[in-house]
């Protein structure tokens, strides 16, 4: 099993320009989640999703954008990027919920200038 | 809201000591996470427990559920340790997890 896998690793955006963060998994979990971390903060919740076709906000999802067609994949879009997203990108997935075990993905250092 | 603390926020200690990191929770838990996240960046989960203690290898997780509180021990700790451990919370009916904002530990050779 490859677990949890994000592309791009790194990527330096111009203000303004749109992306995606691709994030997969191949151990049919349902559960799935995007965070961002930033220096002197703990992981912040961005959107999550508790199956294919479900979706919800988590603590900080202004600018951002995912959706949930297949099990295995859970994209987030930057809308239009702006410096204040700034940040290391984690894509995790579970069997359902955070009440069992988290697999993250290697994340995705971002810089937008 | 829930919120986790942890402390210290970094610890350097020489190598072979017995290690401490501590985390406290405001609110009722159905699972506490501990995770270990190395200098390349990759988090990976160290334990997952709810109640009592677990064990693996040098590694000790233990809860206490009516204090709200939670310590992970090292035990002859080897520079390999050096990491950034971090707990985290869920609690009944959140699917969500709060994280602290982790624990940065140094082992000197």
């Known amino acids: 099993n490859a677990g949890v896998t994000q592309t791009p690793k790194f990527q330096v955006l111009k203000t303004g320009q749109s992306m995606t963060l691709q994030c997969a998994q191949d151990m049919n979990h349902e559960y799935m989640s995007w965070y961002r971390q930033d220096p002197g903060m703990g992981l912040r919740l961005i959107h999550y999703?508790?199956?294919?076709?479900?979706?919800d906000q988590g603590e900080v999802p202004n600018g951002y954008n995912v959706s949930r067609s297949t099990t295995e994949d859970f994209p987030l879009r930057l809308l239009s990027a702006a410096p204040s997203q700034t940040s290391v990108y984690f894509c995790?997935?579970?069997?359902?919920?955070?009440?069992?075990?988290?697999?993250f993905g290697p994340g995705t250092r971002l810089t937008v200038t | 809201k829930n919120e986790v603390e942890q402390s210290p926020q970094n610890l350097t200690a020489q190598e072979g000591e017995f290690i401490t990191i501590n985390c406290s929770y405001s609110?009722?838990?159905?699972?506490l996470h501990w995770l270990q996240q190395h200098p390349g960046g990759g988090i990976v989960s160290l334990f997952m427990?709810?109640?009592g203690k677990k064990k693996h290898g040098r590694l000790i997780a233990t809860i206490n559920i009516q204090e709200k509180h939670s310590s992970l021990h090292i035990t002859a700790s080897h520079p390999r340790d050096s990491a950034v451990y971090i707990c985290a919370e869920s609690n009944f009916g959140n699917e969500k997890l709060t994280f602290g904002t982790g624990t940065r530990l140094t082992i000197i050779p």
């Open positions: 995790a997935s579970s069997y359902s919920t955070g009440t069992y075990e988290q697999y």
């Open positions: 609110v009722g838990i159905s699972a």
């Open positions: 427990l709810s109640s």
């Open positions: 999703s508790v199956g294919a076709g479900i979706t």
